[in-house]
């Protein structure tokens, strides 16, 4: 729910946390974009609302700045751009870059948290009452992009995070185009769905990605154009829409709505670590599925999602009960 790794990072704990973002410092003038300035309407934290849409400390289309920036490269509906987002003094200021510089400045709210309404959420239980207290600028923000999501929660099915994170860095480096603008050094916009889909069948091993995930994510880019008119959806048609396509389950469809649609109520199920997690905050049961999970989760209904990334948030883990499991490294077979 994606430095940031604090406690230890499971896939769940990623998803739950933040970014760091430095504090600023003196920077050099960089060649002028189309710039917006918002104004929240409560605390923002740029850290814990851009967060979730990190996959992995190289990821080759975000980044954090010693100015206390935060880059991202995206491909719109208007072409690929890039946006740096600052908060000083209680506003935001967007800059961005290329073709799609408009699209992500009209967006920038959006994405931001301007449609979430954190005081919908009641806290039933001391700790989520303590987190809430103490993460006051937790936005849950919507990217209005559907494949941006889809494709690396794809990616994360049933692997370890080091190796989802790994294939989605080399593919968007190997088939992806410089982000526009003065961004940060290596930065990509992720490939066009055209190039997903004809990238060969060698180069997703060469990333470790199974044949299983990699043809999920050709059915999907195939119907592009249909899934990114999901963005427009509520969450829960987007996620029936979703998993129309065959590989596309629960899963996979609420981790890709929690950050496009900025979706409050979709909760992971089918997790590895999240259940436990919960069950233990919540519970004080380390070893609870998916059923005692949603449980836990009902007098939250329509804030699941907010609940369960204050619970990761919270810090209150188990304690691990066996090694970390070992990447497969099937690039190397």
């Known amino acids: 729910m994606a430095g940031r790794f604090a406690p230890r990072p499971t896939r769940a704990t990623v ?3 933040e970014t760091g973002v430095p504090a600023a410092v003196p920077r050099q003038a960089a060649a002028p974009g189309a710039v917006r300035v918002w104004v929240p309407d409560g605390p923002l934290d740029l850290g814990l609302v851009l967060g979730p849409l990190r996959r992995g400390p190289g990821d080759p289309t975000f980044r954090t700045t010693p100015d206390g920036s935060v880059w991202r490269a995206s491909r719109t509906p208007a072409g690929p751009g890039t946006l740096r987002v600052t908060a000083r003094g209680g506003e935001v200021r967007g800059e961005a870059w290329g073709p799609g510089a408009e699209w992500l400045l009209e967006q920038l709210p959006r994405m931001l948290g301007a449609e979430d309404d954190p005081s919908a959420f009641v806290p ?11 993460r006051p600028g937790l936005r849950l923000g919507r990217t209005g992009l559907v494949l941006e999501s889809l494709i690396p929660s794809v990616l994360e099915q049933k692997v370890t995070t080091l190796e989802a994170y790994q294939a989605w860095r080399l593919l968007v480096r190997r088939f992806g185009e410089p982000a526009p603008g003065p961004a940060p050094a290596r930065m990509c916009v992720m490939p066009t769905a055209r190039t997903w889909a004809l990238i060969p069948s060698w180069e997703w091993h060469l990333a470790g990605v199974d044949d299983k995930r990699a043809s999920t994510i050709l059915r999907a880019v195939r119907v592009a154009a249909r899934l990114e008119e999901a963005a427009g959806m509520e969450p829960a048609a987007a996620q029936e829409r979703l998993e129309l396509v065959s590989g596309i389950g629960p899963w ?3 981790e890709t709505v929690q950050r496009s649609h900025g979706a409050a109520d979709a909760v992971t199920v089918g997790d590895l670590h999240l259940p436990g997690i919960v069950g233990f905050a919540l519970g004080g049961d380390r070893y609870a599925d998916d059923a005692e999970m949603l449980r836990l989760l009902e007098p939250y209904a329509g804030q699941r999602h907010r609940a369960a990334r204050l619970v990761l948030l919270s810090g209150r883990v188990p304690g691990r009960r066996a ?8 690039e190397r077979l």
């Open 15 to 17: 998803r739950g946390g």
């Open 124 to 134: 039933r239980h001391r700790l989520l009452a303590f987190t809430a207290h103490r």
């Open 252 to 254: 996979t469809s609420a």
């Open 323 to 330: 090694p970390r499991m070992a990447p497969r490294g099937i």
